[in-house]
């Protein structure tokens, strides 16, 4: 059996394999941002596919940070047992789940809020650029929900929580000098720009506690003009992993340029495209590295595994489509991933349907 399959650990958290469900937004939430029926089915499904963790899609700790409809929220205690109906769903079947915290900033969605976004400094050429400076009591009002989220989130159950730090939302606009322009303790060197994803990794731990798996997803690059480079996010992952994280998840890009999903992955090469950075970054850490971004074959993630790339390897749009993937391999039915990469499966979700993959939904079409 491949070392991938082995159980491991994290922070008390057993895990059955080395396989991660990245957060992916489903848009499947009620109004209020509460799990439906049909979201819990979703995660059920994957839970008896083998996955070995699932992370929910973006989680909103307050409404003015929601960036799309029908999206996760946990800002409320109301919700808090509608989510443990769904956890409790997941661990009937032998699986575990982390929610994805977030916030959008700059790239927060009016016309889905009804509010103005907050945003850390004026830029050019984002959406919500005209939003409001936020103030140092703005942002420790946001750390803060960062807090009450998680405690929620470990109320209702779930096994973990994931600080997201990526694709161009709140924490990696803090990380990134393209968007980042502010003056005061929160701006200018690395080290001041990483200080907010340190007070929310720190409050979380005061509602959450020492014994329980905080997870942090960080964009090793953002792969846009001005924005996060490989070396200042290093340095971030360092204070990170001195803050207490206990695992973190290695992307890049952003939802701005569309470079966190890339299509067409259709040769090993193209595989893995955030691997090189994921070298670097597993040297110097000492937490477990999680990476994420087009792996399709098992092979290939047997290998990124024994040459030290990654400890974890995560993927989202193959499940879309196979939530039993992992079972499948698992069985010796090691074809990659049927996973076109085409992004067709963004249709249905601008849409407000919900995703599912379009080819897959096609071919039943015609049978």
């Not at 993927?315 to 196979?322: D, G, H």
Request: some cysteine; charged content about 25%; overall charge negative.
């Amino acid at each position: 059996m491949s070392k991938l399959f082995e159980a491991t650990t994290i922070n008390g958290m057993k895990l059955s394999n080395r396989f991660v469900r990245s957060a992916t937004w489903e848009g499947m939430a009620d109004a209020d941002g509460n799990c439906t029926p049909e979201l819990k089915d979703l995660y059920v499904q994957l839970a008896k596919g083998g996955v070995g963790l699932i992370i929910t899609g973006v989680a909103y700790v307050r409404q003015d940070g929601m960036v799309a409809p029908r999206q996760l929220g946990l800002s409320d205690d109301k919700c808090i047992p509608i989510f443990e109906d769904m956890t409790d769903a997941i661990h009937q079947h032998g699986g575990r789940i982390a929610v994805q915290l977030v916030h959008a900033g700059i790239l927060s969605n009016p016309k889905v809020t009804g509010l103005t976004p907050l945003i850390l400094s004026k830029v050019e050429g984002y959406a919500g650029s005209e939003g409001r400076e936020m103030t140092v009591d703005d942002i420790q009002e946001i750390i803060e929900a960062h807090g009450q989220a998680a405690r929620r989130a470990k109320d209702a159950g779930f096994d973990a929580v994931q600080i997201h730090g990526a694709h161009g939302f709140l924490i990696n606009q803090f990380l990134s000098p393209a968007f980042n322009k502010r003056t005061d303790e929160y701006g200018g060197l690395i080290e001041n720009r990483t200080k907010a994803a340190i007070e929310i990794i720190e409050r979380v731990r005061s509602y959450v506690g020492d014994d329980y798996p905080v997870l942090f997803k960080l964009n090793s690059e953002d792969v846009i003009d001005g924005g996060l480079v490989v070396e200042d996010s290093l340095q971030a992952a360092l204070l990170i992993q001195e803050a207490g994280i206990d695992a973190i998840e290695l992307s890049g890009g952003t939802v701005v340029t569309g470079d966190h999903a890339r299509k067409d992955i259709n040769t090993e090469e193209k595989e893995a495209y955030w691997r090189k950075a994921a070298r670097r970054f597993k040297e110097i850490l000492n937490v477990p590295l999680m990476l994420v971004g087009g792996i399709r074959s098992l092979p290939l993630a047997e290998k990124l595994y024994d040459e030290g790339y990654a400890d974890y390897f995560s993927m989202s749009r193959p499940f879309i489509r196979e939530a039993g993937l992992i079972n499948r391999w698992a069985s010796g039915d090691l074809r990659k991933a049927t996973c076109l990469s085409d992004n067709l499966c963004r249709g249905p979700l601008m849409e407000g349907g919900g995703i599912y993959c379009v080819v897959e939904e096609r071919q039943k079409e015609k049978i």
